[in-house]
């Protein structure tokens, strides 16, 4: 898509975004200590008496403290850790902020809060002092230009993170304006960044709303480390390695960490290794004769520069060069989009915990070196995890409530990570394509523990992860090799050595129904349809119990050419579900439906497509209002192919859809009945000659109007 500067009109903002005037929705700190009880007035109760958020029913001593008055009721002087977060706080286990709080609280350490600062000056970020160790930095659980702003890049008119879904609450670019304003007051203490925002741009990366190459965020942030991925080990190591005393310019060999290098010293060290001929010398390493010896003269300048110098390489460094590749440099991707498909498959291919190697990416002022992917957390470590003190509500401070957790407030997480490898997510490069999972015993005590709420109703509106039904599943090679380079788990077809069996799923399922409290358990979303299909007992039981009328699947596409370049499933796995869904429906005496998820605007997508698709939801009843525009999000494979035009894997070209206007028809086609849409349908059949889809035949999308020629 085109930059709005090259469309020739100014970039809209919304003031709010710019000036972070709104009010926050949040009370005082005095206000929200926990001698204060009293509450907004909640909605009227069936029979007429007021009642108080389920929050304020909650002491504020069981949050982690978010005012000076919190820190003071805890009997501590100072804070060893400040959270800093783009979303309000809540206390919930889908919420990053909430994890890694809990978290290092579990580990010792006294932890504070501040969500949503005002960002126009740095006193928000002085309410709750110094930390004695260290700054967290994160947006949020989203990246903050997606809080903000829609696939058009205009300001979004909710924000489900933030006090009644208003929005100019959070910055663009939340984690370098956070940062900065941090540095202005506590230069000396150190910044460790976490979180989508960080973790995604973590190396250079094609960002939309600037429509151009931006750096890694810790070349524009002025932090120490970012945290890639899920941080509960990380952040913990940090925190341990600080308060032992270690300087955290030092911390660099912790997995699932970014750190800066000096450009001289990578410089020097690659200079070194060149003139020395370092190939023996990084194989083996143990060969100290070989690394340590200058060399004798030769003809070579480099070799003469290296005896006049007396270079050595040191068997650390040898070890170092080992364990590291080096992609190519933000001023190559930014200047040439062959690079940057390069770059992007070099650090795609190394995100693997047991096999990957560390990245370095050289930028004008520093180094970038990402380490190796750090592992999966075990399922005695997940259950821990998820079984901390999380009070499941927002902080008592809030008057309003935080859309995000009522969608999620009676869901269960099951799992991390997701298999499926479709090219528009970024779950690959953060959560990695490999299942860590609970047990089931440790989410039936999580259950327990919701049916004893005061405002729980009976029903589990969700369980699972990423996916609905990966829970329980893995490959025979991951524990060796992890999860495979050179080809997908499910796409084209579903690899033969993957377990697709339900049974842990189903058990856990069946277990839930027979709990007491539980009315329903139900999986609305996320369902694999394709894996699905390889479980009948699971898809019969998942149509007899667990549907509450609508099931929402993401089929996405119906043209073979754009379900490609996704890497999904074509359309006939979706029939084959569909008409299997139908039948156990049938056999189970439902009358259930499906919703489809459709994307418009997507790399490998042309008006032809779009007008394929149109026809075939015509033609199948398919009809939906559940349709977004395909947004470039940092670290995606479709990402890459948006701003390159290339697949990085195969180098071939790949078409793209940047006009604003092609943008906007291709969605109009899949809202072809809603005559807001009129205009921009005709002139796409128009411009794609299929003016035959125009008139009143069965086969049309949409009537011809007076006026109208052929």
Known sequence: MKSEKAEGKKTEVNPSIETGKKSSGVKSPKEAGEKSEKRSEAKQGKRGRKEKPVSSRIP?????????????????????????????????????????????????????????????SPEDFKMLGKPRLFFSV???????????????????????????????????????????????????VPIVLGGIEASLRRFAHYDYLSDKVRQSILADAPADL??????????????????????????????????????KAWKELKERTQALGNKESIKNPEKKERVENPVKRSDKPEQEKAEQKNWKITGDEAEFLKKYIEIPSFSEVSQDKAAFAKAFRMYFEEQNPVTGKGVIQPHPKTVIVQNSPMRLLTEAEMDHVYELPFTGEAHPSYTEPIPALEMVKSSLTTHRGCFGGCAFCAITEHQ????????????????????????????????????ANMYGMECGTWEKKGACLDKSCLYPRICPALDTSHKK?????????????????????GVRY???????????ELCAYHISGQLRIAPEHFSRQVTNTMCKPGREIYEKFTKKFAALNRKCGKEQYIVNYLMSGHPGCTLEDMIEMAEY??????????????????????????????????????????????KAMQRALMHYRSPANYELVYEALEKAGRLDLIGNAQKCLIRRKGGRKR
């Open 60 to 120: 504020v001593s069981k949050f982690l403290p978010m005012s000076p008055e919190e820190v003071k009721a805890r009997g501590w002087k100072e804070l060893d850790i400040i959270l800093v977060t783009g979303d309000a706080y809540v206390d919930h286990s889908s919420f990053g902020t909430a994890i890694i709080g809990r978290v290092l609280e579990d580990a010792g350490f006294r932890v504070g809060i501040i969500a949503q600062p005002r960002w126009d």
């Open 226 to 263: 970012i945290i890639y991925g899920m941080g509960e080990l990380q952040i913990v190591e940090i925190a341990k390695r600080l308060q032992a005393g270690e300087d955290i310019k030092n911390i660099r060999d912790i997995p699932g960490t970014v750190w800066k290098m000096e450009v």
């Open 617 to 662: 939801v015509r033609e199948h009843g398919g009809y939906t209002e559940q349709v977004q525009d395909f947004t470039p999000t940092p670290m995606t494979v479709s990402t890459c192919m948006y701003y390159t035009g290339l697949d990085p894997f195969t180098g071939k070209k790949v078409y793209v859809a940047r006009n604003k206007k092609e």
């Open 138 to 188: 994160s947006a949020g659980n989203t990246d903050s230009m997606v809080s903000n702003l829609t696939p058009g890049l205009k300001p979004r008119e909710k924000d489900a993170y933030s006090p009644g879904g208003r929005t100019g609450l959070r910055p663009n670019r939340a984690v370098i304006i956070y940062s900065n304003r941090i540095k202005e007051v506590f230069r000396d």
């Open 505 to 525: 799923l189903l058990e856990l399922l069946r277990r839930l129904r027979e709990l007491p409290g539980i009315k329903q358990v139900f999986t609305g979303y």
């Open 530 to 540: 394709d894996l699905a299909l390889k479980d009948e007992e699971y898809l019969e």
């Open 432 to 467: 990695g394509r490999m299942i860590a999972s609970r047990s089931i015993e440790s989410i039936l005590r999580e259950t327990k523990k919701l049916t004893e709420k005061p405002d729980f109703k009976g029903i589990i509106n969700g369980v699972g992860g990423p996916s």
